[in-house]
T-cell receptor, first 110, second 116 residues
Framework: GENVGLHLPTLSVQEGDNSIINCAYS??????FIWYKQESGKGPQFIID?????DKRQGQRVTVLLNKTVKHLSLQIAATQPGDSAVYFC?????????FGAGTRLTVKP | ETGVTQTPRHLVMGMTNKKSLKCEQH?????MYWYKQSAKKPLELMFV???????ENNSVPSRFSPECPNSSHLFLHLHTLQPEDSALYLC???????????????FGPGTRLTVL
């Protein structure tokens, strides 16, 4: 079956380093992708999105890369800060379906 | 704050109780969603309402009953739940101009439900 998943369930980085969180998807009909951040005790928070007609999109300290050839999505966080510690998960969607990954826990060490 | 509020934030109920979860969005969005989030599992979409009309019901047991009286309010009525229904229940909304699911959703803080 088709699924959305994350390669690593946990990621630990040093403060100030860059972080890369990966996501694999297999539904070739997906045309809209989102990254969410979820801190403990809170709901998911939108970080950045990208549509299938793009392969890169940048926000403030975050970049999302989309590789449709291998159906891979990544979130890059520059100069990771302690406040970035959270669970990050991707979502893929088209007009008829939306699926979420299980999440990767990012821990930032001081 | 995302503009989506949920009450209560925590709820403990017995299997014979009836309770309701409430969600309100202050974003002028047209679509609202209920999700279930269990530990170490992906978010599970339960219900979708678009312009107050239910457009998705992902095989959710009838002990969960949604209600959407207007585009700003969404309820989830709970009746004779099971312990395995214990989870974080999240509400979300989106502008959804085309009526499809490919739109940014903004989530509330969730209701932590425990069924004894």
């Amino acid at each position: 079956g088709e699924n959305v998943g994350l390669h690593l369930p946990t990621l630990s980085v040093q403060e100030g380093d860059n972080s890369i969180i990966n996501c694999a998807y297999s539904n070739s009909a997906s045309d809209y992708f989102i990254w969410y951040k979820q801190e403990s005790g809170k709901g998911p928070q939108f970080i950045i999105d990208i549509r299938s007609n793009m392969d890169k999109r940048q926000g403030q300290r975050v970049t999302v890369l989309l590789n449709k050839t291998v159906k891979h999505l990544s979130l890059q966080i520059a100069a990771t800060q302690p406040g970035d510690s959270a669970v990050y998960f991707c979502a893929e969607s088209n007009n008829n379906d939306m699926r979420f990954g299980a999440g990767t826990r990012l821990t930032v060490k001081p | 704050e995302t503009g989506v509020t949920q009450t209560p934030r925590h709820l403990v109920m017995g299997m014979t109780n009836k309770k309701s979860l409430k969600c309100e969005q202050h974003l002028g969005h047209n679509a609202m969603y209920w999700y279930k989030q269990s530990a170490k599992k992906p978010l599970e979409l339960m219900f979708v309402y678009n312009f107050k009309e239910q457009t998705e019901n992902n095989s959710v047991p009838s002990r969960f009953s949604p209600e959407c009286p207007n585009s700003s309010h969404l309820f989830l009525h709970l009746h004779t739940l099971q312990p395995e229904d214990s989870a974080l229940y999240l509400c979300a909304s989106s502008l959804n101009p085309s009526g499809g699911l490919a739109d940014t959703q903004y989530f509330g803080p969730g209701t932590r439900l425990t069924v004894l």
